[in-house]
T-cell receptor
């Protein structure tokens, strides 16, 4: 399977703990996006990378969230001191160039539950 | 700023009947419009997109959508649905091409 893969698929954590998610994009894709989707809502943009550079971050992204893409390949999204409001599906997508001109491929997501 | 409104949260329809899923957008600049589908336990998949040119856009799986600038709409249609079309459908708008603004989704249920 050469699609976008995310790990883990599910994560249950206690409030206050730190969690880290991983996204492996399609290998030749230079753009990588993180979105968050809560129940009954559409995906919300969090941040995106072009190669290893983080070019844009949503104002919705609190200081507890940090994302990296150190070698321009896989990316990690870390949430520190998790809160119950962080419970959501975290989606990763990748594309070759700007998403307007090429399709953005989404992974199956990581479902986070904070208890 | 851009935003998307999907007017129907749930749409039940009988198999082989036509369906229309409604989407209205708001933007102060030129936009690009998309429809994505999400099957249970799957990621989002692009159905179709409008960038420019013909306002009638054809996508995968027999879906099409029409861009109407005066009504700021981008409704999705299919003339005859199948059981396999049961899924969540999201309309999205983008102006800069770097992020998408998604609607809240429409759950399409095809009834045998």
């Amino acid at each position: 399977d050469t699609g976008v893969s995310q790990d883990p698929r599910h994560k249950i954590t206690k409030r206050g703990q730190n969690v880290t998610f991983r996204c492996d994009p399609i290998s030749e894709h230079n753009r990588l996006y993180w979105y968050r989707q809560t129940l009954g809502q559409g995906p919300e943009f969090l941040t995106y990378f072009q190669n290893e550079a983080q070019l844009e971050k949503s104002r919705l992204l609190s200081d507890r969230f940090s994302a990296e893409r150190p070698k321009g390949s896989f990316s990690t999204l870390e949430i520190q001191r998790t809160e119950q409001g962080d419970s959501a599906m975290y989606l990763c997508a990748s594309s070759l160039g700007p998403a307007l001109h090429t399709e953005a491929f989404f992974g199956q997501g990581t479902r986070l539950t904070v208890v | 700023a851009q935003s998307v409104t999907q007017l129907d949260s749930q749409v039940p329809v009988f198999e082989e009947a036509p369906v229309e899923l409604r989407c209205n957008y708001s933007s102060s600049v030129s936009v690009y419009l998309f429809w994505y589908v999400q099957y249970p336990n799957q990621g989002l998949q692009l159905l179709l997109k409008y960038l420019s040119g013909s306002t009638l856009v054809k996508g995968i799986n027999g879906f099409e959508a029409e861009f109407n600038k005066s009504q700021t709409s981008f409704h999705l249609r299919k003339p005859s649905v199948h059981i396999s079309d049961t899924a969540e459908y999201f309309c999205a708008v983008s102006s800069a091409g770097n992020q998408f603004y998604f609607g809240t989704g429409t759950s399409l249920t095809v009834i045998p």
